[in-house]
């Protein structure tokens, strides 16, 4: 199956990627993994547009046959202590039909293969603590918690709804 799916960098201008990117991330909304509820509306309007706008917006599409599979969407940070860029990975959703296939490692894979062309630090994301089948992707990609001047230190991600 792998050698069946094909990953390339999202045009945003594109209709049918715009298309892709609207309703890979409503899957993933819709999943347990997500908000287990659909997109409203008006983000769904206004997904495509507010991506378009944001400087650093990549994203990767995974398609098998020409039909959307998976995406990543990603942001280009900064790192102060490295004085480098990074790629944060916002999503990561592949089709719960195409789970299991390869196609999330696919995707990681061009998104690390992005961050060495861009000359970035690393790669940085955040995973459910009960994403069990998520985790183990990342953690056999080399994905680990940041080790800190004293050690492993937990690292939370918070966020402050506005």
Known sequence: MQDRVQIVEADLARADHQDAVVRLIDAYARDPMGTGRPLPDSVRQGLIPALRRHPTTLVF???VEQVPVGIAVCFLGMST??????????????????????TGRR???????KARELGCCKVTLEVREDNRRARRLYETMGFAAPEHV?????????????
């Open 61 to 63: 599409l995974a398609f």
């Open 81 to 102: 202590f490295a004085a480098r860029p990074l790629i944060n990975i916002h999503d990561l959703a592949v089709l719960p039909e195409h789970r299991g296939q390869g």
């Open 150 to 162: 004293n050690g492993a230190v937990p690292t939370f991600f918070l966020a402050k709804m506005l």
């Open 107 to 113: 995707l990681l894979e061009q998104v690390i293969q």
